[in-house]
């Protein structure tokens, strides 16, 4: 008889024991389960609030390259132009590169939460998608605007060297970036290779850059 009560005993701390191991296990899930959902809420935030941040520095950023085309990038440069405005051409590229700059920092607070990540609402995938797209484009049409710019400048310090010119040749604007592709197309988004011409003023016929 007390043999069978000690057995009911031991059975009833057996399950008592299972049913704790067993709460310890739900608890535990439901505790991380409501730990990464917090996770992952906090992360969608991150990219909805970033997404706008970038969206407006992309907005500067195209502003300052609609300037760069209304007046470094366009079809009547002359060598005269490219010289008389060396300083200012070149503090609009500096602007430029701050520009991009802000939007590097734009990108680094949710590139380990866009590439290569899904979230649960369609919303923040989409944002997700637009940024690094963007951002690929916005580096690449920079690089190429840097390099468009500096073949002007080599077009003119060579034109110098062919006419004997005393004048002091122009600095090109150091650039240390290269063409990036995110996504693994091999497309390049942004990059345009353009031939940019330059010629002499129209009034100055003679080959020789005018003394100032």
């Known amino acids: 008889m007390e043999v069978k009560h000690h057995s009911k005993k031991l059975g009833i701390m057996i399950l008592i024991g299972f049913l704790l191991i067993v709460i310890g296990i739900i608890s535990y899930i439901v505790i991380n389960y409501n730990d ?4 992952v809420k906090k992360r969608m935030e991150t990219v909805r609030d970033s997404y706008e941040a970038f969206k407006t520095d992309v ?5 300052i390259r609609d300037n760069i085309y209304n007046s470094v990038i366009t079809d009547n440069m002359y060598y005269q132009t490219l010289k008389d405005n ?5 503090e609009l590229y500096k602007s430029y590169s701050e520009s991009l700059d802000k939007i590097d920092k734009d990108y680094m607070k949710v590139k380990d939460k866009c590439i290569n990540v899904l979230h649960p609402e369609a919303d923040v ?11 690929e484009e916005v580096v690449n049409t920079y690089i190429s605007d840097v390099n468009n710019y500096n073949n002007l400048i ?20 150091k650039l240390d970036r290269d ?5 693994g197309d091999r497309e390049y988004n942004g990059r345009k290779d353009e031939d ?9 016929n003679t080959g020789v850059v005018p003394d100032e």
């Open 59 to 63: 907005e500067s950023f195209n502003s």
């Open 154 to 173: 080599t077009s003119y310090n060579k034109w110098l060297s062919d006419t004997n010119s005393s004048d002091v040749k122009l600095e090109e604007i």
């Open 86 to 90: 060396d300083a200012s051409f070149k």
């Open 196 to 204: 940019i011409n330059i010629s002499d003023e129209e009034e100055d």
């Open 36 to 39: 990464d959902q917090a996770e």
């Open 179 to 183: 063409y990036i592709d995110i996504n």
């Open 125 to 135: 995938n989409n944002k997700c998608e637009a940024i690094v797209s963007s951002y």
